[in-house]
C-alpha cells in the first residue's frame, strides 16, 4: 500500500483537491514532509534504513495522535544527499541543491494550498543542514509560514540510555540504534549474521564526526564495512523500545507545533 507505515486517513495524497480546498482550520493544520536516503548500511541492513525510519517512526506517532489535532504526512522523499556514502555500491545521492530546490517547490506548494506549519522529518544525518537552510529560505520568503527542520533521533532521550557509551558518542551509522530500530520494523530484511561491531580510530579526544568540534569525512575512510557502530549489539526488543519512545516524544513535538504561533504574523 502507498500510504505505508502512515495511518490512511492522515496520508495527504489520498485526499482530492477540493478536500484540500475546504479543509477546516488549515492554516494551524500540520503537514509533515518524511525525508530519507537510499543509502549503504553494511552488509546486514537495507539501503532503505533512513527512509524506512522516517516513515516507520512518524506513521507509529500518527496513530497516537489524537485525532482532533489536524497533520497529514506527505509521500515519502526517498532519495536524499548521501555522497559521504560515495564508493558503496547501491548509494543513490543527490546534490544538496537538487535537494534544496525539490524542498523550495513542495513547501511553495504547501504554502498555495493554504498551510502555514510544514515539518520536515529527517532521518538521515548527511542532510540536516540543507533542510535549515530550506526553513529559513521559505520562511523570510514567507514570514506567515512556520517550518520545523527536525530530525528524527532527537527526541530520543531514552533510547539513550539502551546504548552504551562508546556507542552514543561513535554509534552513528547502521549500529545499534537503527538495527534495533529497523529489526522491529522491517526484520525480515535484517541479515543479523552479518551485523559487524566497527568505530573509527580517530587520535584525538576533541574532534568528532559529529560533535562540537567536527570534520569532513567519507565512510570509505573510517570503516570498510560500511558500519559506524556495533550492530552486533542490536535486538527486536531494544528497537520496539526505541520506536514507541521515538513516537511518544514526536506526539509531544507534534502537538506543540500544533500551539505554536508565530511572533508577529
Ligand atoms: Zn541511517
Redesign the pocket.
Known sequence: MIHGWIPPQRFFAYLTWREIATLAEKENTIIIQPLG?I?Q?GYHLPLI??AA?SQGVLGKALSLLPPEIPAFALPTIYYGKSNEHDGFPGTISISGQTLYNLLMEVGKSIYKAGFRKWILFN???GQPQVLEIVARDLHQLYPDFAIFPFFTWRVATVTNELLTPIEREWGI??GDA?TSLMLALLPEWVKMELAVREYPSIASTMLSLEGKFPFAWLTREISKSGVIGDATMASREKGEKILSDLATGWVKVITEVYHFRLGNS
Do not use: C, F, R
Request: hydrophobic content about 25%; aromatic content about 0%.
Open positions: 536516503a543509502e548500511h534504513v533512513d525510519i532521518s538521515h544525518g551509522h547502521g537503527e
